[in-house]
Nanobody
Framework: EVQLQASGGGLVQAGGSLRLSCAAS????????IGWFRQAPGKEREGVVC????????DYVDSVKGRFDISRGNAKNTVYLQMNNLKPEDTAVYYC?????????????????WGEGTLVTVSS
């Protein structure tokens, strides 16, 4: 089976940190575009960060630059999102997604593979 699963969410106070994990089964992520996306209550889903497939370029949205860090694990089926200095506005369900051709922080709905989200709640 081809599956993605995000995990690692939880409740954290403002200024704290969490690390989210995205694990793939049935394929390896090193040859895919991959990104993290989130949806806050009452808002549309938005992009957080992408790793482009061919170049490896990493593209963060402005709201998380300097605070969030995406990285590939030593295993080829794992990607992480380290979230530091969390703010209440970061509260959302976070999703990872992958595609054999692309990743986009703005046009991500066509990405082929999506995992179930993990809830991050940041208290004031």
């Amino acid at each position: 089976e081809v599956q993605l699963q995000a995990s690692g969410g939880g409740l954290v106070q403002a200024g704290g940190s969490l690390r989210l994990s995205c694990a793939a089964s049935g394929f390896t992520l090193d040859s895919y575009g991959i990104g993290w996306f989130r949806q806050a209550p009452g808002k549309e889903r938005e992009g957080v960060v992408c790793i482009y497939r061919n170049s490896g370029r990493i593209d963060y949205v402005d709201s998380v630059k300097g605070r969030f860090d995406i990285s590939r694990g030593n295993a080829k089926n794992t990607v992480y999102l380290q979230m530091n200095n969390l703010k209440p506005e970061d509260t959302a369900v976070y999703y990872c997604a992958a595609d054999p051709e692309f990743c986009s922080t703005t046009h991500f709905y066509a990405m082929a593979y999506w995992g179930e989200g993990t809830l991050v709640t940041v208290s004031s």
